[in-house]
């Protein structure tokens, strides 16, 4: 079965500090991606990385990170240098192929980071 | 270029009451899904089309849950006989998938149904 965990439900920062986002998955397939989205107090869910299991390489994108580590199936995300604006629910996710051609994102309950000034 | 359209934006209902919410997706993208979100949860997936075929509807929650597309553009999420329990974000996506295997998906802003 394919799953996504977040277990931290809620983070609350001060600006300026750095703050990690967990996420673990599970899955049986060989070649699956996994992704990152945000979710601001407007609603819309914002892309921000996709990755795909034969490349674990880390990723930096200005303040952001991520860590892909297939040892632990961890797809942790850090934010550097947080700013309020950073205030979201994050999402992680898992697309495989596993069964069919669907290709669904498979979401974590999501983590509500609180940036306060 | 638009994003992914959704409407009506909210929707508020008397339970037993069926309601229909539309998705315009991105122009030339062939796979439209559809997700709830219930209040302070992830999102919950629901049906899968590619083109105007439903290959995967394993998330849909009951058979007073139906979706349809036409001309490989717009779809409709029809809840029939409505449930509080179906008050919840209803999200739709889509993206291009020809041999895009990993393209991201592309969300609207939902809709927000409240049955009362």
């Known amino acids: 079965a394919q799953k996504v965990t977040q277990a931290q439900t809620e983070i609350s920062v001060v600006e300026k500090e750095d703050v990690t986002l967990d996420c673990v998955y599970e899955?049986?397939?060989?070649?699956?991606?996994l992704f990152w989205y945000k979710q601001p107090p407007s609603g819309e869910l914002v892309f921000l990385i996709r990755?795909?299991?034969?490349?674990?390489q880390n990723e930096i994108s200005g303040r952001y990170s991520w860590n892909f580590q297939k040892s632990t199936s961890s797809f942790n995300f850090t934010i550097t240098a947080s700013q309020v604006v950073d205030s979201a629910v994050y999402f992680c996710?898992?697309?495989?192929?596993?069964?069919?051609?669907?290709?669904?994102?498979?979401f974590g309950t999501g983590t509500l980071l609180a940036v306060q000034p | 270029g638009a994003g992914v359209s959704q409407s009506p934006s909210n929707k508020v209902t008397e339970k037993g009451k069926d309601v229909e919410l539309r998705c315009d997706p991105i122009?030339?993208?062939?796979?439209l899904y559809w997700y709830r979100q219930r209040l302070g949860q992830g999102l919950e997936f629901l049906i899968y089309?590619?083109?105007?075929?439903?290959?995967?509807k394993s998330g849909l929650p009951s058979d007073r849950f139906s979706a349809e597309r036409t001309g490989e553009s717009v779809s409709t999420l029809t809840i029939q006989r409505t449930q509080q329990e179906d008050s919840a974000v209803y999200l739709c996506?889509?993206?291009?998938?020809?041999?895009?295997?990993?393209?991201?998906?592309?969300f609207g802003n939902g809709t927000r149904l409240t049955v009362t």
């Open positions: 899955t049986r397939d060989t070649t699956y991606y």
């Open positions: 990755r795909n299991s034969f490349d674990e």
């Open positions: 996506a889509s993206r291009w998938s020809f041999g895009s295997y990993n393209s991201p998906l592309h």
């Open positions: 996710a898992l697309s495989t192929n596993y069964g069919g051609a669907t290709n669904k994102l498979i």
């Open positions: 089309f590619q083109g105007n075929s439903a290959p995967d």
């Open positions: 122009s030339g993208h062939t796979a």
